[in-house]
Structure formats: structure tokens, C-alpha cells
């Protein structure tokens, strides 16, 4: 599988992403709490939660936090949590999709609109933007220190029920049905493979460069989508200039 790196994204944007730590714990909580109402605190039977108690892992989050988030969606708690999708545009016409977890649809609404409007970008109906992006599931084994060649990595992917494989110097992407994710991870980790990360995502059909007089202004409405409590998650179908890191 050739095309747009979902990892050089990721990678791209950590350190910025370290600095905001509290944060990230604080919406993987929500995730957790979500997931254990909707399907119960164990893990084994409840393949969504096990999806985010390996993000919370990845991300180094605490186990007495995972534990307080479990143990709250396990109570008669009665927090009530939406979930939202926006769509728009950036600047320089790049596709953006916002995935917000949220008690207050108004506030989170408006927050979202003042990040397109205010740096160059624009709002869209449902369904405007949603067509482009496919729904994944990604598993990322980073190669550094991995003895093992494309075509041994294929063998095994295939073997555990993935569609495709990625190859970057830095790591392999196996991309699978979403309905698979569970299932691709725990034969991949039989065979002793140590997984960076594997979650469900919305990968860009098609991925269009942005423009290098717009790529300040796109990093400063990415950060801020970001940075707004209520957002679990930003896709965009741009790539940034190389001397620009998002």
C-alpha cells in the first residue's frame, strides 16, 4: 500500500503533544469512562475498551488514572457525553474532520466554528468532508531494532487478517477492517511484535500538500482544535511542507 503516512503525522506532532500530557489523560478518561458504560469495565469482552486502555498505554498515562476512569464508568455516575463529528475546511482547502466527546454540544460547537473562522478556514454541513476519509483500523510497529524484512512482515499480516501494509524507514503501517482491529492486534502480538500503537482512524483517500504561505495558519487551527477539551480527535487530508513539522 503506497500513499500518505498516518505514523509521520503522529510522530510529527508528539513533542507538541507531550507538553499538553495532562490534557490527553484528561480526554482518554472520558474515552475510558464512555467505553465502560457502553459495554462494561473488563476488557476481554469489551474490545473498545481494551482499543483505548492501549491508548492510554501508548501514551503512558497512569494505571491509578486508568483505574479512577474505569471504576467511574463502572458506578451509577449519570455524566452524559455526546459524541459529535464537524467538518470543514483549512486553510489552503484541506479537508478536516473533529471528533468531540462533549457535555455541552453549544460550547463545544461554537469553539470548534471560532477555530476554522479565525484562521482561515471554514465550516461545513454534515457529510461535506466525510466522504473522503475511510475508516481504519492502524496498527504502527516501529522498525528500529526489528530483525525482519517487507516481505516476512507482509507474510505475518496477512496471516493475522490485515488488508495492507505500509513501509516507512521508521515503521510499518497495517491498516485493517474495523471490525478486525481487535482481532489483527492479538495475532500480531503472538508473534511477540511489540505494537506503537493500534486504534481505529480515519485515514484521507486522497492527501493534498498545503500550501507553504497557509502552513502557519493551518498548524495554528490544528492546534487549537487540539488543544479544546471537548476534542478527542482531528484528522486533516493535508501534508505539511518538510521544513514545517505539525
Not at 463502572?74 to 468531540?100: F, K, M, Q, R, W
Not at 530483525?147 to 507474510?155: A, G, R, W
Request: proline share 4%; aromatic share 6%; charged share 30%.
Amino acid at each position: 500500500m503506497s500513499g500518505h503516512s498516518k505514523w509521520h503525522n503522529i510522530q510529527g506532532r508528539k513533542n507538541a503533544q507531550d507538553a499538553k500530557r495532562g490534557k490527553i489523560f484528561q480526554k482518554i478518561s472520558r474515552e475510558l469512562y464512555m467505553a465502560v458504560k457502553a459495554g462494561g469495565p473488563d476488557p476481554s469482552s469489551n474490545p473498545q475498551l481494551r482499543l483505548i486502555m492501549d491508548k492510554a498505554r501508548a501514551a503512558n498515562m497512569p494505571k491509578d488514572n486508568v483505574k479512577r476512569a474505569v471504576d467511574k464508568g463502572s458506578s451509577s455516575d449519570t455524566a452524559n457525553y455526546d459524541e459529535v463529528t464537524y467538518e470543514g475546511y483549512a486553510p489552503g482547502g484541506i479537508a478536516v474532520l473533529v471528533h468531540a466527546l462533549t457535555d455541552n454540544k453549544n460550547r463545544t460547537s461554537s469553539n470548534v466554528r471560532v477555530a476554522f473562522t479565525r484562521n482561515g478556514g471554514t465550516m461545513g454541513a454534515a457529510g461535506s468532508v466525510a466522504y473522503m476519509f475511510d475508516r481504519r483500523g492502524l496498527i504502527v510497529i516501529e522498525r528500529e531494532g526489528l530483525d525482519i524484512d517487507e516481505d516476512q512482515m507482509l507474510e505475518d499480516v496477512l496471516e493475522a487478517g490485515g488488508d495492507d501494509l505500509q513501509t516507512s524507514d521508521d515503521a510499518f503501517e497495517i491498516y485493517t477492517d474495523p471490525k478486525q482491529l481487535a482481532q489483527v492486534r492479538d495475532a500480531l502480538e503472538a508473534k511477540d511484535y511489540k505494537l506503537a500503537t493500534a486504534e481505529l482512524t480515519m485515514i484521507p483517500e486522497n492527501v493534498t500538500p498545503v500550501p507553504a504561505e497557509k502552513a502557519e495558519q493551518f498548524e495554528r487551527m490544528i492546534d487549537l482544535l487540539e488543544d479544546d477539551d471537548d476534542v478527542s480527535e482531528v484528522y486533516y487530508a493535508g501534508e505539511l511542507p518538510e521544513n514545517t513539522e505539525a
